[in-house]
């Protein structure tokens, strides 16, 4: 039997920006649904799965990799076509990747934002750091870096 939910806002995934959304929405009267495509799992799960991997330098060896939520060390995340290979790390599960998270929360610079006009590459975005810096300041608060 189906089950069907009113929101006023669906947030997809429930890692750092998801839930810190929801958290926002639903505190200011928002009924929030958060979608997500991986299970909810113990982290004694997870550390016993660490324990008993043999795959000690992949990060992501001890998280859930479903055929429906693969994490990103699985070589059907990303097509990798540099000189070099690229594995952000990403998780998909309740949490998301603030599971491994370092505490590392590095901003664009306004430079970054702007790399179509000074480097000739990319675009630029559509919109000025100064219009992101409150955003930025509201989710070090939110993270526990910032009073």
């Not at 990799?65 to 998909?92: C, V």
């Amino acid at each position: 039997m189906s089950k069907h939910y009113d929101a006023d806002v669906i947030v997809i995934g429930s890692g750092a920006l998801g839930s810190n959304a929801a958290t926002l929405l639903a505190r200011s009267g928002k009924a929030v649904i958060i979608l997500e495509a991986g299970e909810k799992i113990p982290r004694w799960k997870i550390v016993d799965n660490f324990r008993n991997s043999s795959k000690k330098a992949n990060y992501n060896s001890p998280y859930p990799n479903e055929p429906w939520a693969h994490h990103s060390y699985d070589e059907q995340y990303i097509e990798n076509t540099g000189s070099f290979d690229f594995r952000p790390g990403m998780l998909k599960l309740v949490g998301g990747t603030t599971w491994h998270w370092a505490a590392a929360c590095w901003r664009y610079l306004p430079s970054d934002m702007k790399l179509k006009t000074l480097y000739g590459v990319g675009r630029d975005w559509p919109l000025e750091y100064h219009e992101l810096e409150p955003f930025y300041h509201q989710a070090e608060v939110a993270l526990g870096g910032l009073r």
